[in-house]
Structure formats: C-alpha cells, structure tokens
C-alpha cells in the first residue's frame, strides 16, 4: 500500500491528469467551430419491433471527425461538450439535423427519430422548449415522429420545471423514453414523476444473456416491471441471435443492436428502410 502511494505514482497519476486536463481543452476549442466547418454529421441506428419485424425508429447519434483529432467517439467529446458549456448549442444541433433526415425518409418509411438530450439541456426549460418547436417548425416534421432520450441523472427528479416541461411536450405528442435504465440512481423515481414511454434496458444487462443467469432473470423482470407500468420496452445492444431470441420469449416490445444495423450515415440508413430488407435476424 505505501509503495503503490509512493511519490513516482502520484507524479505519474499527477500526468496522466494534465494530459488528460489538456486533451479535453483541445477537443472544446476544436467542437466550438466544428458544426460550421461540416465536421458533424449524424448516424441512424433503427429500433426494431420484435412483434411485427419492422423499424419503428432511428436513434441519432452524433459522429465528429475532426482534421486534427480524427474521429473522436460521442462517449468522449459530450462530456467535455458539458463542461465546456457547448451542449446546449451541440444538442440544438442535433435536434435540428435529426428533424430534418426524419423528415427526409417519411416518403420511405415511417420512422421516427430518438435524439440523445443531455440533462444539461432539459436544465434551461424554456430555451430548450424553443429549440425544439424550432426543429419542428423548420424541418415540418410532426411531433409524434420525435422521440427525446433521457438518462437518469440524480437532480432532475426533484425540478418541478422539468416535470412541467416533459408533461408539455408530452402533451405535444413527443415521445420520451429513459435511456440506459438500471445504470443510474433514480431510475424508479423517474418512472414515478415523468411521463415516458419507453424504458431502455441499458445494454450491459443484455450483453451476456442468456447464458448468465442473473440477468436473464433481471432483464425479465424489467421488461415485466417496466410492461406493468404501460411502457414500451426496449432492449440496447443486440449483437447475436440468441440474445433475440431469449428478448422475444421474454415478451420484450423493441430491440436496438449490430445485429440489426450499424448505425449508418443518412443515405445508407434511408436506402435500408426503403429496401425492406431490414428484418429481425431470427424471426
Ligand atoms: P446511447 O444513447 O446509449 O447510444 C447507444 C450506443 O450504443 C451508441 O454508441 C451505439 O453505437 C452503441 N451500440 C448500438 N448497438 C450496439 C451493439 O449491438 N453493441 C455495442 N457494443 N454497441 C452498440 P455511440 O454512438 O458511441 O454513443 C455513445 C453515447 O454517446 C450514447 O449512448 C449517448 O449517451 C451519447 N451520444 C451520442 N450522440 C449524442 C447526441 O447527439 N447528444 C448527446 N447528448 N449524447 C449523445
Ligand atoms: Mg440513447
Ligand atoms: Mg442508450
Ligand atoms: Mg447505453
């Protein structure tokens, strides 16, 4: 023990966070200007229903290639995104785009659209509602074609702003759907106050089902816990049959994975759900 804390580490360790303190530095001073320059660009995943074989929806997700950095993953560039104080003006982004390609593949298919929304964003209601009618007003797409994605983050529950603001776009027809569930703190409280539709089982519980027992039998609870309260159940990360077929027994609604679709640039993603060759691998 006090030769692992001796001083050689903490320098290293002491490094290692100065790197690390200076890469994210970069990563927000190049974000800043990407959406100009044309480094942004959106990816569609579709979300399959198990029950009739067909794509219900894309989730958007944000790719970044960047002339100095190359491309950088969303799972590193939003959370300085966050710090930076870039999101809001990221997710405005995003929104808008994501309307705008949903808009584009309704003569295809009639497909909604599942945008990431950072928790920062639902933290100034008011101009996150304004972006949002704006995404719909420019791209003319209707609210029922547009689902928000939340994750689970300890202060919101108690906002009552926020509570007002998802049972307004609620009330817009706008679907809301709790991502990445069972990986956060207040997930039950959540499913108390607002008002979802759509549980997403995050995809760590389902990467080794079936063969592990313990979450075959958590994910069966959720999908029945989750059905109980009126929601759609979705399973995050499908990569092989098996795993399809343990989702349809346990009588799970939605699926999202490699197995299906990468997510694709919009011209791949609108050519698939126009081919109608995107089916369930195992039906
Ligand atoms: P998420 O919302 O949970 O998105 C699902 C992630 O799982 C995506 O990673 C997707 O590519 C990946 N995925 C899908 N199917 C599979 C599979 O079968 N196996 C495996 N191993 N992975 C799969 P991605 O695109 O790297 O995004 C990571 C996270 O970054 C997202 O997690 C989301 O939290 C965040 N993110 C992405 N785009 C946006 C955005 O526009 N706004 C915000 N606020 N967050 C975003
Ligand atoms: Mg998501
Ligand atoms: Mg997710
Ligand atoms: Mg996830």
């Known amino acids: ?91 405005a982004w995003v929104l808008q785009n994501a309307c705008l390609s949903a808009a584009a593949w309704q003569s295809v298919a009639p497909c909604r659209v599942a945008v990431n929304v950072s928790s920062l964003q639902l933290q100034a209601p008011q101009e996150f509602l304004d972006c949002i009618e704006q995404a719909l007003a ?16 300890v202060l919101l529950a108690d906002r009552r702003d926020i509570a007002n603001l998802l ?53 069966r609870a959720i999908v029945a816990m989750g059905q109980a309260l009126g929601l759609t159940v979705l399973a995050e990360g499908v990569e092989r049959a098996e795993q399809a077929d343990f989702l349809t027994a346990a009588g799970c609604d939605l699926v999202q994975g490699f197995l299906y679709s990468r997510p694709l640039p919009l011209d791949a993603f609108t050519a698939l759900i126009g081919s109608g060759e995107l089916a369930l691998a195992s039906a």
């Open 1 to 91: 023990q006090a030769k692992a804390t001796g001083p050689g580490v903490f320098r290293t360790y002491q490094q290692g966070l100065d790197k690390h303190a200076k890469e994210n530095l970069e990563i927000a001073s190049l974000l800043r200007g990407a959406a100009d320059r044309g480094e942004l660009e959106l990816h569609f995943q579709p979300l399959m229903d198990l029950r009739s074989g067909k794509p219900v929806a894309a989730e958007a997700l944000l790719r970044w290639t960047s002339p100095e950095l190359g491309s950088v993953s969303p799972g590193r560039f939003i959370p300085v995104a966050e710090e930076a104080g870039l999101i809001r003006k990221l997710g």
């Open 138 to 153: 420019i791209s003319n797409l209707s609210p029922r074609l547009l689902e928000l994605e939340i994750t689970e983050g």
């Open 167 to 219: 049972d307004t776009l609620d009330g817009m027809g706008v679907h809301l759907s709790l991502d990445d569930f069972g990986t956060g703190y207040s997930a039950l409280s959540y499913l108390r106050r607002f008002p979802f539709h759509v549980l997403k089982i995050d995809r760590s519980f389902i990467a080794d089902v079936p063969e592990t027992e313990e979450d075959a039998e958590l994910t």
